[in-house]
């Protein structure tokens, strides 16, 4: 008999999740920008949030390979549900799990595992995005705790997040060692969110810019030894760009599935256009990246999980499989023709939302930066 293994059984579930009830409402929701609340919700009630934490601490006891996998069916459907899926087992909890109070988890961070709050993550400024040695968004001591001042910008869930993990500057002389993060609810006074951005891709994961004036909020709300936001949230890079490269591996499989489909039902000169070995060539490429940027991805994820170092091997995977899926989104919407430049199919979806793959975790630019050196350059 062969026994299922967790990955497999997580896949199978996700997946069955996927094509019941994500792909055909996928277009729908897409368009009509909203925040996906329905599915979202669903996505809590399967347990899928506490994915990364320990079943006794209100997790569900897995590990980051079956987070990427989550997250690589979810991006097979839908790459906005996918997104606010990642932010939430991730980047938007992991701090306030790690460093905030018992009395914070049972308020935000439980709740949050049900999927009854939203949280984001805040490091970016207008002036402070790749650098983030220019960010400068302060967190003053006072008698009670610490006043921020500063403006946040391209926070991803912004405007719908019941808390926002911030990062800021306590001690700009410190520079990098100055760096600390910070909790504060929505509520707090002097915290201000602007409207949604309008965006190209991920149309329904909004983000807006947040604002903090003299934003009053107690000591126990720095998450984390002081000095070492840098050191914490390093200890996370590798598992950002794993997920990431895991989002692109969705993304990809969507684009060659939808791609091949087409190429078997569109004819052309008498034949179906996959007959033509031009167009033959690009699924070729497709799926020789595709099996490629799984290898990488998983590849970290399974050293994440044994605790095995590997910014570099984590670096690459985000950096090939997002780069793959950015140029099998747009081969797929060739291979539809006019009808890639519809949005009567979802391959321009595709097209638009790889876009979202290239910043978060590092630019490409700074990922290959980063590469070369490790390459001995
Ligand atoms: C869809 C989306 C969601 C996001 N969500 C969040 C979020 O939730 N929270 C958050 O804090 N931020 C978020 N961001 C912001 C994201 O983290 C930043 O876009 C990213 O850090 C890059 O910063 P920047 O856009 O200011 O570009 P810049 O840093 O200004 O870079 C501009 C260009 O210069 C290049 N460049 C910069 N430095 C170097 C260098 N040393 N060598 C070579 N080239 C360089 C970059 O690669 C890029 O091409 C999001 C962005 C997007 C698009």
């Avoid at 390093?234 to 990431?244: F, G």
């Avoid at 799926?287 to 050293?303: C, D, F, I, K, V």
Wanted: glycine share 8%.
């Amino acid at each position: 008999m062969i026994r299922s293994n967790p990955e497999t059984l997580i896949r199978q579930s996700m997946a069955r999740f996927v094509d019941k009830e994500v792909i055909p409402r996928a277009q729908e929701i897409d368009a009509s920008g909203e925040f996906p609340m329905a599915l979202f919700k669903r996505v809590g009630e399967m347990g899928v949030f506490g994915i990364r934490y320990p079943k006794d601490k209100g997790g569900s006891g897995g590990n980051t390979t079956l987070y990427c996998i989550i997250c690589e069916e979810l991006a097979r459907g839908l790459m906005s549900l996918a997104a606010v899926t990642a932010m939430q087992c991730l980047m938007g909890t992991n701090f306030l799990f790690h460093y905030g109070t018992e009395k914070m988890r049972e308020k935000y961070f439980l709740p949050a595992m049900r999927g009854e709050m939203i949280p984001c993550f805040c490091l970016t400024e207008p002036e402070a995005g790749s650098d983030l040695g220019a960010v400068s968004t302060l967190a003053r001591r006072t008698r009670e705790g610490f006043v921020i001042n500063g403006m946040k910008t391209w926070v991803t869930n912004g405007p719908v997040a019941d808390f926002f993990t911030v990062l800021c500057q306590t001690d700009p002389a410190k520079k990098l060692r100055g760096l600390n993060f910070f909790f504060v609810p929505r509520e707090t006074p002097g915290v201000s969110v602007s409207a949604p951005f309008e965006t190209l891709g991920t149309r329904t994961t909004r983000m807006s810019e947040v604002a903090f004036t003299n934003v009053h909020i107690p000591e126990e709300f720095m998450l984390g030894q002081e000095g070492e936001g840098v050191t914490n949230l390093m200890a996370i890079l590798s598992e950002i760009r794993a997920m990431t490269a895991a989002l692109a591996v969705g993304l990809l499989r969507a684009s060659m599935t939808d791609a091949i489909r087409y190429a078997k039902e569109r004819m052309a000169f008498g034949r179906p256009i996959g007959k033509y070995q031009l167009i033959q060539a690009k699924v070729a490429n497709m799926a020789t990246e595709l099996e490629a940027s799984r290898l990488l991805t998983y590849r970290a994820t399974e050293m994440i999980d044994n605790k095995i170092p590997c910014l570099k091997e984590a670096t690459m995977a985000k950096y090939f499989a997002t780069e793959a899926a950015c140029k099998a989104a747009d081969e797929a919407t060739r291979i539809f023709g006019a009808y890639g430049y519809s949005m009567e199919y979802p391959v321009q979806r595709y097209y638009r939302d790889s876009r979202f793959l290239l910043n978060g975790g590092g630019t490409h630019e700074v990922l290959q930066t980063n590469i070369a050196r490790w390459a001995g350059l």
